[in-house]
């Protein structure tokens, strides 16, 4: 190895571990001796970004592109720093020219899509997601984006397992921080909220369905007796177990999880996961089956707004929103008696707030 790639190995080294400074040193220690250096001249531009000064990134990045212009990662980062200074039509030139040059390197299909549908430009990331999935055709998360973006079709029944395994598995190391930092999301607190009014002398079994990272758990844990968590994605129950707050914990289906334990827990919650399914009549004849008599079910929807004719619909986020009219109506075809509905802001949505359903139902035996 040359001198100036050990040089350049160990800048990345000391960036990966956060050591900031010594590589920003090391880049000018190359850039001293090799001022074309791509290599050196893009990682000083992820060093300003990480800072925060995208100006300075936008110009590192393309001065590295001019050296050395087969680089895919680069043109990706350019466009982020050129979005992160409110250019978005240059960032969508630079990601329209980095899938023309590399059309089977994925990362600028993801970039571009999220970044058409922050436009409102729903055609287009429709257009995209078909030509993505064409090429790449075993992406189940891509084939979601197809089906959320396809316009005026009936939306699916409900999520396939295989999706949320995957997406979840992929964001359960960044979950906490996106949601909670960047989305302002309540989901769990606004369940556990709900589930403590309902039952403030409750000590029975208790069902986090869909526990995720387990945020709910160490909020209802004062709250139960044996506290149990059912989740399809391995990666977000492995940091749901490092809380420490769960009895059990179980990778699995939750319909058909709950199918398999009758009359076992005296409440089910479910925060921000019933968005994953269309139809509701299934998980709620499962959730019914699973609870004790007078058992407690507390869960939340996003809200399907307006008149139209739909229950429910697989909306460009990705996400399912149902409408309350069908929400109630579903809780009480399954034998359950409405505690309280309430619309309540879960989440932000492109910086706007997204109005959930918050239901407490009680089942009837
Ligand atoms: C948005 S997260 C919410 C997690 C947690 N309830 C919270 O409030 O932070 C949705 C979770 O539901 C899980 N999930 C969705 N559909 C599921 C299913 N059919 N069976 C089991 N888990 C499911 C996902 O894997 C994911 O961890």
């Not at 809200?303 to 739909?310: D, E, K, R, T, V």
């Amino acid at each position: 190895m040359s001198e100036s790639a050990a040089v350049l190995r160990d800048a990345k080294l000391a960036y990966r571990d956060g050591g900031i400074v010594e590589a920003e040193a090391l880049c000018r220690r190359l850039l001293r001796r090799h001022p074309t250096s791509a290599g050196a001249l893009h990682l000083l531009g992820m060093l300003h970004a990480a800072r925060g000064d995208a100006a300075e990134a936008v110009r590192l990045y393309a001065q590295s592109l001019a050296y050395s212009p087969e680089q895919s990662e680069v043109w990706c980062d350019l466009a982020t720093a050129y979005q992160q200074c409110g250019m978005s039509t240059k960032a969508i030139g630079v990601l329209v020219r980095a899938i023309s040059i590399y059309p089977r390197r994925y990362r600028a299909y993801g970039l571009l899509g999220a970044l058409y549908y922050q436009l409102g430009r729903i055609g287009d990331a429709a257009d995209l997601y078909r030509e993505w999935f064409r090429r790449d055709p075993t992406n189940v998360e891509v084939h979601h984006m197809v089906l959320s973006t396809r316009a005026g079709s009936d939306s699916p029944p409900r999520c396939s397992d295989a999706f949320v395994r995957a997406h979840f598995d992929n964001c359960a190391d960044v979950f906490d921080e996106r949601l909670i930092k960047r989305l302002g999301y309540r989901g769990h607190q606004i369940v556990a909220g709900a589930y403590k009014r309902s039952t403030p002398t409750l000590r029975g079994g208790v069902l986090d369905a869909g526990c995720g990272t387990g945020l709910c758990g160490p909020l209802v844990r004062p709250y139960c007796g044996h506290l149990v968590g059912v989740d399809l994605s391995e990666n977000m129950i492995e940091r749901a177990r490092a809380r420490g707050v769960y009895d059990e914990l179980i990778v699995g289906e939750l319909c058909a999880f709950m199918a398999s334990r009758p009359d076992a827990f005296a409440a089910i919650i479910a925060a921000d996961v019933l968005i994953y399914f269309g139809t509701l009549e299934p998980v709620m004849k499962a959730a019914y089956r699973a609870l004790q008599p007078e058992g407690i079910l507390a869960v939340t929807f996003e809200l399907l707004a307006g008149s139209g004719p739909q229950s429910y619909r697989l909306e460009v986020h990705g996400r399912y929103c149902h409408t309350e009219a069908y929400v109630r109506n579903v809780l009480s075809q399954a034998g359950f008696e409405s505690l309280h509905i309430r619309q309540e802001t879960i989440r932000l949505e492109l910086g706007k707030e997204a109005i959930g359903i918050v239901a407490v139902a009680r089942k009837v035996s």
